[in-house]
């Protein structure tokens, strides 16, 4: 090789070498785009076999690796923090419930975020779309904790097209950075012109880390909770469901804009030194909830509850520098251990990030290396009084997880495509639940679609409101069969294990709602309010 090279290029090369030793420089750290949806269920993206077309997501996906085991929080501020930190909502003092607009509490100061860590190793960092991790004070804001710059809101919910929240007050919540931005506009839309301006406007010299929290599809406020520009609810005449159809369009703008970013990515000459982790932060809201018409059939359940239909998440990792692509791994992957792998992917110390609950799985995820994670402890909540762990494939569930509202399996609209949702997709796209990876050896684009076998007419007598549950996850996806009475030992292992975490939990730091919250202080603006 070295003899097709004049003198010349001889001495360039070997100048530049000795540079490289002369400065101690490095290959340039990865840049990161977190993408998080918001309330978008495990059925509401083609690659598990929606309805729902989502072309640029799925490419992502099935490009990557999709993380078929993946678990977040059953609901926002929890999923969030978590992200954040590295820990467990436990942890945290964010295991029950949301923060509400009016509440003063928010993500604890103690705790250093995820943009700090990377700042100190260099990167630009910016935050485009959704906080939800306090705001009633100006040193909870992102801007305060390691974000260059924020574009979005601060609440957890508001309209799509004139940014008011509606949360015991009305007012008005978008910011870029501090400055109130009080214009009429799609949010997904300016989401995506502002990642774009991001990512097209970045320094080069230093590594970007950008987080878009998106809006979608999270309802918007009772009055009109379910909100898309016609031209993205067009594209799915063949849903007859008005409520699902203007979901799908959502949907479809969230897919648009996951493109836009991809395509950026490319232009700048950045996609082949980017990592793109695409992650649900709860299951999604079916059976009306919220007024919102999310899917996650054929698993149980819906957001805010403990069944899987909460807490499996929608996730994907795509990346040029991960050596093993086009993959689904059932590998067990937690939202916490998503600071310890990108911060190792970047280059840095575990140990600087401390105390953490979240693992580092870069090595498992670029190599496709063995299960690293055998225990999730979903949540214990000790003001609703409920609780749930899963220990390699065994789940345990206890409490009240829903007052009864949402324990069952809720159908989406049936896909034009594929027939009846049931049994013809489970036969058509079938997948074996026994292998811990699979390639996409027929179809690059085939869909996984989680098989639980007909549903039986009775299942098993299941009610974690008066006595644990016990499931076999890796069988019985679905939920269908309580085990509990079968393996007695296993029940009070996974109930100890419990025990244990709960020693170490921190009180949680939920506070009631404040009157002095109320934007008609501030302009009819949410601002924060206390100093």
């Known amino acids: 090789m070295w003899s097709c090279l004049g003198a010349d290029q001889l001495k360039l090369l070997v100048s530049l070498a000795v540079l490289l030793v002369a400065t101690g420089q490095e290959p340039s750290r990865p840049n990161i785009v977190l993408i998080v949806a918001d309330d978008l269920g495990w059925n509401d993206v083609g690659f598990h076999g929606s309805e729902i077309k989502t072309p640029n997501i799925d490419r992502l996906a099935y490009d990557g690796v999709i993380l078929n085991n993946y678990y977040v929080s059953p609901i926002c501020t929890p999923t969030r923090g978590s992200l954040m930190t590295g820990r467990h909502p436990i942890h945290l003092g964010l295991q029950h419930y949301v923060i509400s607009a009016p509440e003063p509490w928010g993500l604890p100061l103690n705790y250093t975020l995820m943009p700090q860590h990377f700042k100190r190793l260099g990167y630009a960092t910016h935050i485009v779309g959704k906080w939800h991790l306090g705001f009633f004070k100006n040193e909870y804001l992102p801007t ?136 649900t932060d709860n299951g999604g809201p079916a059976n009306n909830y919220d007024l919102n ?172 409101y008066r006595k644990p549950c016990l499931f076999y996850i890796p069988t019985d996806p679905c939920e269908y069969n309580d085990v509990a009475e079968f393996n007695p030992a296993i029940v009070q292992s996974m109930l100890r294990r419990i025990d244990q975490y709960s020693a170490t939990a921190v009180a949680p730091v939920n506070k009631p709602e404040d009157k002095n919250a109320n934007p008609l202080f501030y302009g009819g603006v949410w601002s924060p309010w206390l100093d």
Not at 342 to 353: E, H
Not at 407 to 422: E, F, K, L, R, V
């Open 293 to 464: 018409a999310a899917c996650n059939f054929p698993l149980r359940g819906t957001k805010n509850t403990m069944w899987e239909g909460g807490l499996h998440g929608v996730g994907f990792i795509h990346s040029a520098l991960l050596k093993h692509r086009h993959v689904k791994t059932d590998n067990m992957v937690h939202v916490s251990d998503w600071l310890p792998t990108l911060y190792s992917a970047a280059g840095g110390s575990i140990a600087d990030l401390g105390d953490i609950d979240g693992l580092d799985l870069w090595d498992m995820m670029k190599k496709g290396g063995e299960n690293v994670r055998h225990e999730i402890l979903h949540n214990i909540d000790p003001v609703s009084k409920f609780s749930a762990i899963r220990v390699d494939g065994y789940k345990l569930i206890q409490g009240d997880i829903s007052g009864h509202r949402n324990d069952g399996w809720y159908s989406c609209t049936p896909p034009t495509d594929y027939g009846n949702i049931t049994q013809q997709v489970q036969e058509k796209y079938h997948h074996a639940n026994n292998h811990s990876k699979e390639r996409f050896t027929r179809n690059p684009y085939t869909p996984y679609v989680i098989d639980c076998g007909p549903r039986p007419n009775t299942t098993s007598d299941c009610d974690p």
């Open 144 to 279: 305060s904790r390691g974000f260059d710059s924020h574009f979005g809101y601060w609440t957890g919910k508001e309209d799509y097209f004139d940014h008011m929240d509606i949360d015991g007050f009305k007012g008005l919540d978008f910011r870029n950075n501090m400055a109130v931005v009080n214009d009429t506009f799609y949010s997904t839309e300016q989401y995506t012109k502002q990642a774009v301006n991001i990512i097209e406007t970045h320094d080069m010299s230093k590594p970007l880390f950008l987080y878009l929290a998106h809006q979608a599809v999270h309802a918007g406020n009772s009055n009109d909770p379910v909100q898309a520009p016609s031209e993205y609810v067009d594209r799915f005449p063949y849903i007859e469901n008005k409520k699902r159809r203007t979901f799908a369009g959502m949907a479809a703008a969230l897919d648009d804009s996951i493109g836009e970013v991809v395509r950026i990515l490319n232009h700048r000459g950045l996609m082949n030194n980017t990592i793109i982790v695409f992650s």
